[in-house]
């Protein structure tokens, strides 16, 4: 029987605690990409602020659809393809972000993997609307698995029948592209923040911007600091999505090894100035757990990354011990 449910559309691991607004900051909330976003303009008139503010909507939204694999955009067109074994056409900025899911694929050791679709369908994690409250059949994980689900064949051009879900990579490309898109715009200096997982584009107000880490077991930080201008923080966690039997939880994070939500960690923040690289890192990162993540954190050359795992200690880099205070 389930004893909890929660689906939470996204929980912020990390706390803002110093942006302060005064005469010269935008702030701009709305909500895209199942989760609230804010972005926060300092330094620029307001018209020109909101109306960058107001692209950068326009832009997740547009994403949002063309990159979720569940309804009826692009991706999802590209899924339909692939499933009845035609060659789908793909858009030059979905070719792009596919190529670099299968490099960081390659990179993760298979940790992250952008094909894992059909799991997420079997767990029934890609139904916001009525979460799931039961384990799949084993044979069902297993005749999944067996097909060994992986994007490296789509980058050699052939077409294979995977299901395509970029939802582990998604974020960290749209900050990517947020931050291009304000520099464009000549917006000097934001925060752009998806749900917890933000970016920041120059100093804020001449200081950088300084953040907590908080813990996910409870409302504690565990440690605060500054995030430097160009820096990503991005965070992975089983606090997300999740249902709980007999008091164990499942999540929306799955090892690709076992097709199972990863049982032994709770949380990871990478911070890194490729959002790409940082959103990839930390699903990995927490697929990995505590006993692969100074291997990982090496080949990906991380130097500021953090992971808890069940047991509830903290493990991080050495770069990152130095920067927490
Ligand atoms: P994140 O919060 O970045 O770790 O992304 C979680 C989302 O990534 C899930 O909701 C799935 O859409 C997808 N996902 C789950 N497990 C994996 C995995 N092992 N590799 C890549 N993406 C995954
Ligand atoms: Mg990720």
């Not at 299968?102 to 767990?123: P, V």
């Not at 925060?191 to 880490?213: E, K, M, S």
């Amino acid at each position: 029987m389930p004893s909890t449910r929660s689906f939470t559309s996204a929980f912020a691991a990390l706390l803002l605690l110093a942006a302060c607004e005064g005469d010269t900051t935008t702030r701009h909330d709305f909500v895209a990409l199942g989760t609230t976003v804010s972005v926060t303009i300092y330094n620029a008139p307001r018209d020109r602020a909101l109306d960058a503010a107001t692209r950068i909507e326009a832009l997740l939204q547009h994403r949002g659809r063309d990159w979720y694999p569940w309804a009826d955009g692009e991706l999802a067109r590209v899924n339909a393809a692939l499933a009845s074994g035609k060659m789908p056409d793909i858009s030059a900025e979905l070719a792009t972000l596919l190529d670099e899911a299968a490099r960081l694929e390659i990179l993760t050791d298979g940790r992250f993997n952008a094909a894992l679709g059909d799991l997420q369908l079997a767990w029934g994690f890609d139904n916001i609307a009525s979460p799931p409250d039961a384990i799949p059949a084993t044979a069902t994980i297993q005749a999944i698995l067996d097909r060994g689900p992986s994007l490296r064949p789509f980058s050699n051009g052939k077409p294979e029948s995977v299901t395509i879900d970029l939802g582990g990579i998604a974020k960290g490309a749209l900050l990517a592209e947020s931050a291009q898109r304000l520099a464009e715009l000549n917006i000097e200096k934001a925060i752009v923040n998806l749900g917890g997982d933000l970016l920041v584009v120059g100093d804020v107000d001449g200081r950088p911007a300084h953040i907590g880490i908080r813990s996910p077991f409870d409302e504690t930080v565990l440690g605060g600091l500054d995030i430097r201008p160009g820096e990503a923080v991005i965070s992975s966690g089983n606090y997300e999505r999740f249902f709980e039997i007999d008091g164990k939880r499942y999540h929306h994070i799955l090892d690709p090894a076992t097709g199972f939500p990863v049982p032994h960690t709770v949380a990871v923040t990478v911070i890194h100035t490729d959002p790409v690289l940082a959103d990839a890192a930390a699903t990995a990162l927490l697929v990995g757990g505590a006993k692969n993540f100074d291997t990982l954190a090496d080949k990906l050359d991380l130097e500021y990354a953090l992971l808890i795992p069940s047991s509830g200690d903290v493990v991080l880099t050495a770069g990152l011990r130095d920067r927490l205070n």
